[in-house]
């Protein structure tokens, strides 16, 4: 599966948009990209996931590049319970298991 | 509906001992994962299940590690003579069906485990 860099921490107003980005330079075409949070001491939470086409649901936004190379996750109103651990992941559907991998993440903080 | 459960929450236990670590999945859901997260670190695969069988189990990181999954359902993962270094979070998550189409996976709260 292809690798991701993303910033290690980002800072946010509450209130204003969030948006995190994601590198993934050596994505292949059978490759979604999935959007993960993980808020202290807790499992993760699944936000969203897209192949090529922009998405949007009650969480957040996903864009993606016309090229695939990177994507932009969006929080259109950050709040307080949005700090947590943001993983961007990028997998394959060829391959024989389902299995995340999971990077470093961003660390967003929300400040009043 | 309900989520994915892990029991117990938090685990305490002696160097040498063994655990087990139970996860029930979303029910309906065919595919069952395993993770660990060690302190400070990220979110290590360990194995994964489809139905009763484990096509992966490429991450467990020794042979005192064991899961099994029995009915297509529960899942419980067995760590024998526990070492301080298996001290982690372990996460389990539970997707649809693997295969078709995309699928999501849950995850659970996890159980905290502590090797004295």
């Known amino acids: 599966d292809a690798k991701t860099t993303q910033p290690t921490s980002m800072d946010c107003a509450e209130g204003r948009a969030a948006n995190l980005p994601c590198n993934h330079s050596?994505?292949?075409?059978?490759?979604?990209v999935y959007w993960y949070r993980q808020i202290h001491s807790q499992g993760p939470q699944y936000i969203i996931h897209?192949?090529?086409n922009n998405e949007t649901n009650e969480m957040a936004s996903l864009i993606i590049t016309e090229d695939r190379k990177s994507s932009t996750l969006i929080l259109p109103h950050a709040t307080l319970r949005d700090t947590a651990v943001y993983y961007c992941?990028?997998?394959?559907?060829?391959?024989?298991?389902?299995?995340?991998?999971f990077g470093q993440g961003t660390t967003l903080q929300v400040k009043p | 509906g309900a989520g994915v459960s892990q029991s117990p929450s938090n685990k305490v236990t002696e160097k040498g001992k063994d655990v087990e670590l139970r996860c029930d999945p979303i029910?309906?859901?065919?595919?069952l994962y395993w993770y660990r997260q060690s302190l400070g670190q990220g979110l290590e695969f360990l194995i994964y299940?489809?139905?009763?069988?484990?096509?992966?189990k490429s991450g467990l990181p020794s042979d005192r590690f064991s899961a099994e999954r029995t009915g297509g359902s529960v899942s419980t993962l067995t760590i024998q003579r526990t070492q301080q270094e298996d001290s982690a979070v372990y996460l389990c998550?539970?997707?649809?069906?693997f295969g078709v189409g995309t699928d999501t996976q849950y995850f659970g709260p996890g159980t905290r485990l502590t090797v004295l």
């Open positions: 050596t994505i292949s075409g059978n490759e979604y």
């Open positions: 897209g192949l090529k």
């Open positions: 029910s309906g859901h065919t595919a």
């Open positions: 998550a539970s997707s649809l069906n």
């Open positions: 992941i990028v997998r394959s559907f060829s391959s024989n298991t389902g299995k995340l991998i």
């Open positions: 299940f489809q139905g009763n069988s484990a096509p992966d």
